[in-house]
């Protein structure tokens, strides 16, 4: 149907972010195509498990196995936006919600008398006016957390089915911000860990009760004898898609997570952040404030105490 209809249709999962946007005509559409048929099981294994697209956000922060074994995406699931939204919106919608802008989230109306922008219905950034390109900030929780544990999608389409590493997902383009086909639904996603790994997710945001981050940081580090093996620092709410830090990564590497080193690789996270004055509160702040995430998620994994697995 999607291939037929083209770009005058949408999917529409859970609704929660698509249907305010309709009323915002942030979308204007001719059809909606419903996912309901997406199945709803969370298939777990020890290191490995597969979400259907379908799960509920709800549904994936209360699962023992994923509370356990892959923590941080059962925090970030349990972070969304509020109870009731969390309760219709599922895992497939949240690694496709739509990228977010103080210029673009308003009322129609609103958008008319402040200028249209190149997101939707003009044909110049109001928050970069000399830039070519829509800077709109990637502000999925899920997302970020997936590619740390070395999330895969499965995405349906015309053309059949295929996966691929969530990360391949996005484009650094606030305005076309998903690399997959318009065609394709996400079907599945399944996350990985090497034993021994351990991981979190940090949130800011205004309002703990609903708001969308302002800053989020995923870590999922896998430790050998407490020397970290291998980490993986995602970013959201700083860039078009979500950020990973290769530097402090790296610089993780070999090392104990003691103070000074979690201190060193969250000033090293926070240096490709360079959000820009187009969501809440100021960007300057939100920079700085990139480092704190990063170092209370990376304490937070310290402080767990071993898995099952040691
Ligand atoms: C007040 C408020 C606060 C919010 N706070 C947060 C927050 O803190 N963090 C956050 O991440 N989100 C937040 N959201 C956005 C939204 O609630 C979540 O991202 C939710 O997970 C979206 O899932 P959904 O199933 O409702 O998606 P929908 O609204 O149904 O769809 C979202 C987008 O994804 C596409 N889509 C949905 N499912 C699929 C699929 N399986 N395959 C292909 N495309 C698909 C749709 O076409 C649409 O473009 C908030 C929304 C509101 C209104
Ligand atoms: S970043 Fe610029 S183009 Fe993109 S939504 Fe905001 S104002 Fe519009």
Redesign the pocket.
Known sequence: MAADLGPRA???????????KLKRRQ?EVDSLIG?DF?QREIRNGSNECVIQ??VT?AHASRDTNLNTRFTGYAEAAG????PP?RN???????????TRCNYYDMTYEWRKAAGFCLKKDGDICLVAPSSPRCWAVS????APMAIALGGLVTLVGADGERELPVTALYRDDGDRYMA?HAD????GLRLRRAPNTRSAYV?L?RRGS????IAGAAVAVELEDEVVENCRIVLTAVASYPLESKGAEDFLKGKRLQADAIREAAEIASKPAKPLDNADLSHFWRKRMVRVVVEQALTRVSDQQPGLDG
């Open positions: 949408m999917f529409v999962a859970g609704g929660t972010d698509l249907f305010p979308f996912l997406l697209a379908g956000l972070l969304v936006s509020s939204l219709a919106g599922t895992i497939g919608g949240n690694l496709c919600v739509d502000s999925s929780d899920t997959k394709e639904v996400v079907t949130k945001r609903i708001d969308f981050p």
